[in-house]
Nanobody, 113 residues
Framework: QVQLVESGGGVVQAGGSLRLSCAAS?????MGWYRQAPGKQRELVAR???????NYADSVKGRFTISRDNAKNTVYLQMNSLKSEDTAVYYC??????????WGQGTQVTVSS
């Protein structure tokens, strides 16, 4: 069983930055974030695997960077040049293979114009 604790959400003006963190209770193959905004379906934002490979949604490429610590039990999402459309609840996840198996509690990111 894996427990996830995420933090770093908040309110920021457009063009600003935030960094989300997600700490896992043990190492796992892949981790990342989904987000969900009102009226929209859940969207995979970014993921990182144990070997270091990453994937990003087209909407955040060039602005967001996902990384892992040396133990690969904590993942970070550096979000730069934030836009109002980035406003959502961001849910950290961990996967034993590819599909999410464990979820964080969610953190609200609000980008004001």
């Amino acid at each position: 069983q894996v427990q996830l604790v995420e933090s770093g959400g908040g309110v920021v003006q457009a063009g600003g930055s935030l960094r989300l963190s997600c700490a896992a209770s043990r190492s796992i193959f892949s981790m990342g974030w989904y987000r969900q905004a009102p009226g929209k379906q859940r969207e995979l934002v970014a993921r990182i695997i144990s070997g270091g490979g990453t994937n990003y949604a087209d909407s955040v490429k060039g602005r967001f960077t996902i990384s892992r610590d040396n133990a690969k039990n904590t993942v970070y999402l550096q979000m730069n040049s934030l836009k109002s459309e980035d406003t959502a609840v961001y849910y950290c996840y961990a996967a034993r293979v590819w599909s999410p198996d464990y979820w964080g509690q969610g953190t609200q990111v609000t980008v004001s114009s």
